[in-house]
């Protein structure tokens, strides 16, 4: 598998992925890392480990279609046949869900269907709920929508922070993210 990760952020998803392919662990290679933000610490990530990095944002190109166009455009240069969003913060557009059916996925600090969006974690701590988790899932147009692939629980217990709970859910991600992409990969070359 040909992998793409996406992300806009710090990276720490991409960095256990990078990690796990690295050690053989995943059957597959990153041959590239997006991001749409130049400021990225995902970039630096990227950088230290040998894997190669392109950045750039919607807002240098009039329209979003051919922000989406250019990204594609360096898909099919690399051969790209499997997208993972870490932590990549945008809607992905309909040429890119076209060219990738059911070849996108994402993870997202919450039990889907509750709190999608940007700010998963603290709108769950913030619903004051007694527990949240980690979804991975199919991407679709929708923010976080699309099938569910796995779910993890996160318990939050009275003594939580906002930063305790965000340890924890990133322990968990960083276990759970590895882990589906292996069996996604296991199961299709299987049908291959
Ligand atoms: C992760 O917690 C991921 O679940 C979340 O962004 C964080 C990225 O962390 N994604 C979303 O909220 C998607 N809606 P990272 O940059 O350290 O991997």
New binding site residues.
């Given amino acids: 598998m040909r992998i793409a990760v996406f992300?806009?952020?710090?990276?720490?998803?991409?960095?256990v992925i990078a990690e796990a392919v690295k050690a053989g662990k995943i059957d597959g290679e990153i041959v590239l890392l997006f991001s749409d933000n130049k400021q990225?610490?995902?970039l630096e990530r990227a950088e230290q480990l040998g894997i190669p990095h392109v950045s750039f944002s919607p807002k240098d190109f009039s329209e979003k279609s051919i922000y989406e166009g250019e990204i594609l455009h360096l898909l099919e240069e690399k051969k790209v046949n499997f997208i993972v969003?870490?932590?990549?913060?945008r809607l992905i557009g309909p040429a890119l869900l076209e060219a990738f059916p059911e070849k996108i996925i994402?993870?997202?600090?919450?039990l889907l269907p509750q709190f999608?969006?940007?700010?998963?974690?603290r709108d769950a701590y913030e619903a004051r709920v007694k527990e949240t988790g980690?979804t991975v899932h199919y991407v679709d147009k929708g923010?976080?929508t699309g099938p569910i692939i796995a779910q993890e629980r996160v318990i939050i217990t009275e003594d939580d922070t906002m930063s305790s709970l965000?340890d924890k859910?990133?322990q968990v991600?960083h276990r759970l993210y590895p882990e589906v992409l292996k069996k996604i990969i296991e199961n299709r070359e299987r049908r291959a």
């Fill in positions: 992300a806009s952020g710090n990276g720490s998803n991409f960095q990225a610490k995902v969003l870490a932590g990549y913060m994402n993870i997202h600090p919450s999608p969006g940007l700010h998963g974690i980690v923010v976080d965000e859910i990133h991600e």
